[in-house]
């Protein structure tokens, strides 16, 4: 089993930048793709952007050149570097992880095996 406890969500302002952070225990996730995805109230839960084990990423077409996501297998720990961020980015913000991907990148919840509790994320304008 894999626990993953996201944090560094917070209050901001439009423009500002915010880093979350997943941190991973009970197995390492080194061979793992792991994801990132946000749900706004009242809203389905959305892919913002994954990593996979060679550290491939792909982003949502919303958060591309504004998101960066990053791995760093020796802590067991995911990123999630939030540039210009805007109103409609406050969700939500989940950690996922898909054991199963052998390297690939999958973009549907129901890939991912293990997911965190979620830190909240909220922009103001």
């Known amino acids: 089993q894999v626990q993953l406890v996201e944090s560094g969500g917070r209050l901001v302002q439009a423009g500002d930048s915010l880093r979350l952070s997943c941190a991973a225990s009970g197995r390492t996730i080194s061979t793992y793709t792991m994801g990132w995805f946000r749900q706004a109230h009242g809203k389905e839960r959305e892919f913002v952007a994954a990593?996979?084990?060679?550290?491939?990423?792909y982003y949502a077409d919303s958060v591309k050149g504004r998101f960066t996501i990053s791995r760093d297998n020796a802590k067991n720990t995911v990123y999630l570097q939030m540039n210009s961020l805007k109103p409609e980015d406050t969700a939500v913000y989940y950690c996922a992880a898909d054991q199963s991907a052998q390297g690939a990148i999958r973009l549907g919840t129901n890939e991912y095996d293990y997911w965190g509790q979620g830190t909240q994320v909220t922009v103001s304008s």
């Open positions: 990593i996979s084990w060679i550290h491939a990423t």
